[in-house]
């Protein structure tokens, strides 16, 4: 994980007056490449690491070295804390963090363990499933991204069979309870959802990263073509005042609440990828909705109405397709 690797790093150098990046990465059996992003990930997180370019240079904590961690303030210290802590899951890093603790001056102490205990992450969806257990190669990926080594991938897009092919990781992201590799292909860029993932196998060649290649710009792109997907479709509607809040749970960020109707209602606007799925969502409030348009929308309404009348009868009726 790779706040281990930023506390083990900051305990590297504690150590030195002055590091390479080989040293570094000597030291955490990473590459070159992997040392001198996580030194930067450090300077960038305000920790007071710095590098001096030329001959006998290398990167330093500010003050030189000292094993009391007097060099950082006590919020660069909680900071620190609370980006390794609610990740602390695995024995390698609650051991990083038990020795950083003990580094630290007896004042800033009591801070560190408080921001360790701050957060927490809970691995399971609300409906109590594992949201991890779906992964079971996010370990080896990590690994392959970490050291920058090709994988052949077994994948099996939605409603499509297993397909292997052979992939350069370049990063991972987690999202909404899901993790996504990000990956160069022969057909370019591509994302691939861990949970669909068959296998994982190393090849030994090394990964031929895409020149300027970014991960938070290239998801953020991804990100924003599905989106686009997502809400490609409104659905205009009006709704009881008992329905709102019905709606806000079950559309979120997708309901444009409009002005108060004479008759009390509200005026909606719900986005969607098509009409229809956005009207099969609605469907479950009833009458507590009125969909106003498009006339797609409307359609696939009253054809769901048929379907469960035909299913359940009418109103009131206690005949059901299973009594027959």
Do not use: N
């Not at 961690?69 to 802590?85: C, D, P, S, V």
């Not at 102490?109 to 360790?116: H, I, N, P, Y």
């Amino acid at each position: 994980m790779r706040a281990d690797r930023l506390v083990a790093t900051l305990l590297f150098l504690q150590t030195r007056t002055r590091v390479t990046v080989a040293e570094v990465a000597a030291e955490l059996e990473v590459s070159p490449r992997t040392a001198r992003r996580d030194l930067e990930a450090l300077s960038t997180a305000g920790i007071p690491v710095y590098s001096q370019r030329g001959r006998g240079g290398g990167w330093s904590l500010v003050g030189g070295a000292r094993t009391d961690l007097t060099g950082l303030t006590a919020e660069e210290i909680r900071a620190l804390f609370l980006l390794a802590g609610p990740s602390s899951t695995t024995p390698e890093l609650r051991t990083a963090l038990r020795k950083l603790v003990r580094a630290l001056p007896a004042p800033l102490r009591s801070g560190a363990e408080a921001a360790s205990r701050a957060g927490h992450t809970d691995g399971t969806h609300w409906s109590r499933a594992d949201v991890t257990a779906t992964a079971p190669h996010l370990d080896a990926l990590r690994r392959a991204v970490v050291d920058g080594i090709q994988v052949r991938l077994g994948y099996a897009g939605p409603g499509k069979p297993v397909g292997v092919r052979t992939v350069h990781p370049l990063g991972l992201v987690a999202k909404a309870g899901h993790d996504y590799l990000v990956a160069e292909t022969e057909r370019g860029l591509r994302t691939f959802r861990l949970s669909r993932v068959a296998s994982a196998e190393a090849t030994g060649h090394p990964v031929v990263r895409p020149p300027g290649f970014d991960l938070p710009s290239v998801w953020r792109s991804f990100a924003a073509r599905l989106e686009e997907r997502l809400y490609a479709a409104t659905v205009r509607a009006r709704a009881e005042p008992g329905a709102m809040a019905i709606l806000e749970r079950l559309f979120d960020g997708r309901l444009h609440v409009g002005p108060k109707l004479p008759d009390g209602w509200t005026e909606i606007r719900v986005d969607g990828p098509t009409p229809e799925v956005i009207a099969t969502q609605l469907a479950g409030l009833g009458a507590r909705v009125e969909v106003l348009d498009p006339p797609e929308a409307r359609e696939r309404l009253a054809r769901l109405a048929v379907e469960l009348a035909g299913v359940y009868g009418p109103p009131g009726s206690s005949s059901s397709r299973a009594e027959k």
